[in-house]
């Protein structure tokens, strides 16, 4: 119960600030803008299609960073969790879920529109929106994670850019992979998605503990 509500206040912080939204434009604005930096050569558009949607998505992810943690660190709501006993990995873990629900799947939709830009055939289109669903959790556990770490610094959005990416270049790297039908690359996707996921709670807890000692 106290994840679920963890998770429904954070949807509705992002939800009134518009925030679920922002990914999501600047995800399409990616998509739109990069077939008039290259050209209108179809074949080459086909060809660089999907990694270019994984590397939008990767960017997505990365930009309500800041909001995900430090807010909460700085009003001492973190602190109210600790005082009711709410352990900061199960607070961590409700945050993933929260990121996730308010990207990942207005991102999927989105990426139908990116498929059409760059006039991708049915079964890439497939295999992103499978890849996507599988690697998202990764990117919003690496982005809680990231946001824990960086919380209270200044120029926070700069250094969590400067953590996260490098961080994020497996999933990238087995994401666009996967998109030639390599059953191998979507695997090691699904392995490096689920390390992320299920260590990245831990990380931000004893990030979050850290930042309060």
Do not use: C, N
């Amino acid at each position: 119960m106290r994840a679920t509500v963890i998770i429904a206040r954070d949807l509705r912080r992002a939800w009134a600030g518009g925030g679920l939204w922002w990914p999501v434009a600047f995800f399409l604005l990616v998509a739109t803008l990069f077939p008039f930096a290259v050209g209108p050569d179809a074949a080459l558009l086909t060809r660089i299609g999907g990694g270019v949607i994984w590397a939008a998505a990767l960017l997505a992810a990365l930009l309500p960073v800041e909001r995900l943690v430090a807010p909460d660190v700085e009003a001492g709501v973190i602190d109210q969790y600790v005082v009711r006993g709410v352990p900061l990995a199960l607070v961590a873990g409700a945050k993933i879920a929260a990121h996730w629900l308010g990207f990942a799947p207005p991102l999927m939709l989105a990426g139908l529109i990116a498929a059409g830009l760059f006039d991708l055939p049915a079964a890439v289109l497939l295999r992103i929106e499978l890849g996507l669903a599988i690697g998202t959790p990764g990117l919003a556990a690496l982005g809680v994670a990231t946001a824990a770490l960086v919380a209270g610094l200044r120029g926070s959005g700069a250094v969590a850019g400067l953590v996260m990416m490098p961080l994020a270049v497996p999933l990238l790297i087995f994401g666009a992979g996967a998109l030639d039908g390599g059953a191998a690359a979507m695997k090691l996707l699904a392995a490096v998605s689920l390390v992320l996921t299920a260590g990245a709670p831990w990380l931000a807890a004893a990030a979050i503990r850290s930042g309060m000692d």
